[in-house]
């Protein structure tokens, strides 16, 4: 069993839920949780309800090490959320639900062993959720992911690493507090000689609705940390050089530094039905480039606004729609396919941009594939 996450408790837990339920009509975390092994278990009523959760690669993989269901009370709905853990972290699945079962957010990105904690402060509902893994054999590293659940939606607003185990030495990054600007977090690092202490805040960024950092003094002080390390590994782990984002991406798309990654990101707007994926938006140009997986049994006219053109290709398949508009901004919805896989990839440019940097929006375009 895990460690609770290193809170500072003063500032952050105001209120934890319950696991549970009762009496909500809809969904309970029992119903979920026997929906979620009937989907491994191949039925494909249940995945459909899901919503993607149980994708191709899951099904049939009962070598779980753990399905946790916890739940939360906002604005008296229940909300809950689902935590898949596997030895295989590129199996390792996280998602909050409504209580009518519908989707805010998967993320896939998540290592380790996990637990999940619902939490509310000041008036605003967050799920935490820490990860525990090795990296060079010994090293014990903790990673804290904090997502915010809103009345429709939900996202990852911050994520860093809390907490570091090197032979005899413990450091460790705490949340102070959290306001709707900034966190502000402190660091302590701990020798057999002496304590460090440092302070970090992460200002909350508009484009990217996230806590970021400028400085991210822990992330950089573990990294080092674990780059100095000499060690012949003999077991799995998860290279330092991963620590920030799922480091293995299935598909390609050549954008420069001033293209900025959010992910996991939810679409509920811009497609029929919502949508999870990893989106990549210039604050400049205000355009955004968002590329989905499609969950398996699902086709590109279930999420599409507008009709697809015919397919091109043989066994790398690509069709799109026509350009359209939505309130000020050009989009475009564009399928790419090949054996069991399929993703979407959705562009999203003001009008007023589009025409001045047309040939850039194409090479974007053409340089985008997934991995066969």
Known sequence: ????????????????????????????????????LQAI???????????????AELISRKDFN???????????????SVLLEYFDPLLNRFAIYDDQLRLYLIDKSLNGNLSA???????????????????????????LSIYEVYDSTAGLVYRSISRLVKDKNISTQTIENISTDFIVTKISVRTNSNVINQTDTFYFDSDSRKYLSSKNLYNDYVKQEIDDFR???????????????????????DLNEEWVKL??????????????????LNSKLKAAFTVFEVPSGKSGEEYSL????????????????????????????????????????????????????????DQILKSFSIDC
């Open 306 to 361: 507008y009709p697809f053109g015919s397919y091109t290709g043989d066994s790398y398949r690509k069709r799109s729609t026509e350009i359209y508009t939505m309130d000020k901004n050009y989009n475009q919805l564009f399928e790419h396919s090949c054996g069991n896989k399929k993703y979407l990839l959705l562009f999203d440019c003001p009008k007023n941009i589009f025409n001045q940097n047309k040939k850039l929006f």
């Open 1 to 36: 069993m895990m460690n609770k996450l290193i809170l500072s408790a003063s500032a952050i837990l105001a209120l934890v839920f319950s696991a549970c339920s009762p009496n909500d009509e809809n969904l309970n975390s029992a119903k979920l949780r026997e929906l979620v």
């Open 41 to 55: 278990d191949r039925n494909q009523e249940a995945s459909v309800e899901l919503k993607g959760l149980v994708d």
């Open 263 to 280: 992910s996991p990101y939810n679409e509920d707007k811009l497609l029929k039905s919502s949508l999870t994926g990893t989106k990549y």
């Open 231 to 253: 060690w012949i590994t003999t077991k799995p782990q998860i290279p330092a050089g991963n620590l920030d984002d799922n480091p293995h991406p299935k598909f390609t798309i």
């Open 66 to 80: 753990n399905i946790r269901i916890d739940s939360g009370l906002v604005n008296n709905k229940y909300y809950y």
């Open 117 to 143: 904690q619902w939490t509310e402060k000041e008036n605003r509902n967050f799920v935490f959720v820490q990860e525990r893994f090795l990296t060079k054999d010994v090293l014990n590293i903790d990673r």
